[in-house]
């Protein structure tokens, strides 16, 4: 089940935002790294259907994205950098409304989501109000509920950015772990280098351009360098700073 992006350009009024952009997702953890502002959060606003194709092409395995969207939409589990959880609701309640858009009923939810929040540590925060929860617990909340459909894609936009530590070493290794499991295939957006491991798809995105993609090993021995932050540093910045 991959996602083929192909000659995707986007603007923002006459300020291109994504140019030419080619890749496909395979099953797996894929990584998209590249800097605030790089177009990251733009190309997810396009697979997710928040803004609408200007020139290119999106498909999800034999589904194009212009022309069932509504049929992608049910395979997608999306975390966004900005959180979408209603804080004056319970943890438990924000779950089964979600499941209920999806047609599931609150028992079913319940029962997908238990072994997730208990991996998470949050099965103990069922009934807490989400505005009592701190950043990384409603992260965790986010994560429980994008798979309570059992979407066959995870699209998830800087979901450890600003977390502590724990918090990003616990979610990180979940999704790794269901993709292990289950052959999902994840595109996994971050800034963050060291949430990239060697046997990762590696996508480089650097002002709306995709400069670099391939397992992220290889990349390292093509540009000779020794770790994600030397290679990202190589390929984006200009010669004489480097």
Same mark, same amino acid.
């Given at each position: 089940?991959?996602?083929?992006? #192909?000659?995707?350009?986007?603007? *923002? =009024?006459?300020?291109?935002?994504?140019?030419?952009?080619? @890749? #496909?997702?395979?099953?797996? *953890?894929?990584?998209?790294?590249?800097?605030? &502002?790089?177009?990251?959060?733009?190309?997810?606003? @396009?697979?997710? &259907?928040?803004?609408?194709?200007?020139?290119?092409?999106?498909? *999800?395995?034999?589904?194009?994205?212009?022309?069932?969207? !509504?049929?992608?939409?049910?395979?997608?589990?999306?975390? *966004?950098?900005?959180? /979408?959880?209603?804080?004056?609701?319970?943890? $438990?309640?924000?779950?089964?409304?979600?499941?209920?858009?999806? &047609?599931?009923?609150?028992?079913?939810?319940?029962?997908?989501?238990?072994?997730?929040?208990?991996?998470?540590? %949050?099965?103990?925060? @069922?009934?807490?109000?989400?505005?009592?929860?701190?950043? &990384?617990?409603?992260?965790?909340?986010?994560?429980?509920?994008?798979?309570?459909?059992?979407?066959?894609?995870?699209? @998830?936009?800087?979901?450890?950015?600003? $977390?502590?530590?724990?918090?990003? =070493?616990?979610?990180?290794?979940?999704? !790794?772990?269901?993709?292990?499991?289950?052959? $999902?295939?994840?595109?996994?957006? /971050?800034?963050?280098?060291?949430?990239?491991?060697?046997?990762?798809?590696?996508?480089? %995105?650097?002002?709306?351009?995709?400069?670099?993609?391939? %397992?992220?090993?290889?990349?390292?021995? =093509?540009?000779?360098?020794?770790?994600?932050?030397?290679?990202? !540093?190589?390929?984006?910045?200009?010669?004489?700073? %480097?």
């Amino acid at each position: 089940m991959s996602i083929t992006i #192909t000659d995707v350009t986007y603007s *923002f =009024k006459a300020k291109p935002v994504l140019s030419a952009i080619n @890749l #496909t997702l395979n099953p797996g *953890f894929n990584v998209l790294l590249g800097p605030n &502002g790089a177009g990251k959060s733009t190309l997810l606003s @396009l697979l997710t &259907g928040q803004r609408t194709l200007q020139q290119g092409n999106i498909t *999800f395995a034999d589904y194009d994205i212009t022309q069932e969207t !509504r049929a992608i939409m049910g395979q997608l589990g999306v975390v *966004f950098q900005q959180t /979408t959880l209603d804080l004056d609701l319970t943890v $438990l309640q924000n779950l089964t409304y979600f499941g209920a858009l999806h &047609g599931l009923s609150a028992a079913l939810v319940l029962e997908r989501i238990t072994p997730v929040l208990t991996q998470l540590a %949050l099965i103990e925060r @069922l009934h807490d109000r989400v505005r009592s929860l701190n950043e &990384g617990h409603r992260r965790r909340v986010e994560i429980a509920r994008c798979m309570i459909h059992l979407p066959q894609y995870l699209l @998830l936009d800087e979901a450890t950015v600003g $977390l502590d530590v724990d918090s990003r =070493k616990l979610i990180i290794e979940h999704i !790794r772990a269901i993709v292990a499991s289950q052959k $999902l295939t994840v595109l996994w957006t /971050t800034h963050l280098m060291d949430e990239v491991l060697e046997q990762d798809p590696l996508f480089i %995105l650097n002002q709306g351009k995709l400069i670099e993609q391939g %397992l992220c090993q290889s990349l390292l021995l =093509k540009h000779q360098q020794s770790s994600v932050f030397d290679l990202y !540093r190589a390929l984006t910045q200009p010669q004489g700073l %480097l």
